[in-house]
């Protein structure tokens, strides 16, 4: 054997342990993907998930989100109002999920369902009806009336009609809130 075919056999070795190095990363990555990313279930019965939120967190308050942290995921929240046993005034750092959401990623104030991951940690509830006041119609939990797309110039209208009707609906659930808390 030349010296030159037994060259040309390495690099055609090491090509197919590079390739297959490339096919079993790219499958790890790709099973990974399909086993961290959520399904989050389009539900139509606002009052279904409402109630379901109500019943499976361990907190439900309004907050004011003091700070936010989008690179770790995380913010501090201030306890404005609680609807269970969190005392008003306190402070925590919340977490979300980046991918499930809902992603508390601005200050203001926000109502929050969520669970305690440690004492001080309050992790928010994936796929939740966890939103912001400012932007409610951001909350992809939460069934709205859908219409058709807008033309360019009907946007606005649009927008402002969409907000119009999230925040009703968040209006209306902090009222029953603030009944069953009775």
């Known amino acids: 054997i030349s010296q030159t075919e037994i060259i040309a056999l390495t690099l055609a070795t090491s090509m197919n342990t590079f390739k297959n190095i490339v096919l079993s990363l ?10 961290y990313s959520c399904n989050c279930p389009i539900v139509k ?7 379901y939120e109500y ?12 700070s936010v942290n989008l690179d770790n995921h995380t913010f501090e ?14 402070i925590y750092t919340g977490k979300y999920d980046p991918i499930c959401g809902p ?14 991951e440690t004492n001080s940690i309050l992790m928010v509830n994936s796929c939740g009806l966890t939103r912001s006041f400012r932007k409610p119609e951001y909350c992809i939990s939460v069934p709205m009336k859908m219409t058709p797309a807008p033309e360019k110039d009907e946007y606005d209208v649009w927008k402002k009609e969409w907000n119009k009707n999230a925040t009703e609906i968040l209006a209306t659930e902090l009222q029953n809130l603030r009944k069953k808390k009775k």
Do not use: H, P
């Not at 790219?26 to 086993?35: E, H, M, N, P």
């Not at 019943?55 to 003091?66: A, Q």
């Not at 929240?77 to 306190?90: H, L, W, Y």
């Not at 992603?103 to 305690?116: A, C, D, P, Q, T």
């Open 26 to 35: 790219s499958f790890f990555l790709l099973g990974f993907a399909i086993v």
């Open 77 to 90: 929240i201030e306890v404005i109002e609680s609807f269970d046993e969190t005392n008003s005034g306190t």
């Open 55 to 66: 019943e499976n967190s361990e907190c439900i308050f309004v907050g004011e989100v003091l």
């Open 103 to 116: 992603r508390v990623n601005e200050k203001g104030m926000w109502l929050i369902y969520g669970f305690f």
């Open 45 to 51: 019965d606002l009052n279904k998930i409402q109630e």
